[in-house]
């Protein structure tokens, strides 16, 4: 386990990484859960892994009310 911070040309590599789509996904489980890498990094990982499936559980519950609301209002007609 790497212990050393960061250089700034990491995390611009990592954030570039970020942004290629399904990769970002991917890389964040490896970094999160492997077991060689920066410490750093996994943290960061993790962190952004939970912010992920905190918006993914919020986006489900406003579908659910949205769908709802529209089910509401077809029926009303």
């Not at 499936?53 to 919020?58: D, K, P, Q, S, T």
């Not at 406003?62 to 077809?74: E, K, P, S, Y």
């Amino acid at each position: 386990m790497d212990n050393s911070v960061m250089k700034v040309k990491d995390w611009v590599i990592t954030f570039l990484i970020m942004m290629i789509p399904c990769v970002n996904v991917i890389m964040l489980f490896v970094w999160a859960f492997g077991g060689a890498g920066n410490e750093n990094r996994k943290t960061w990982a993790q962190a952004a892994l939970i912010w992920a499936a905190i918006g993914f559980v919020l986006a489900i519950v406003a579908n659910a009310l949205f769908l709802n609301t529209l089910l509401q209002l077809a029926n009303s007609f």
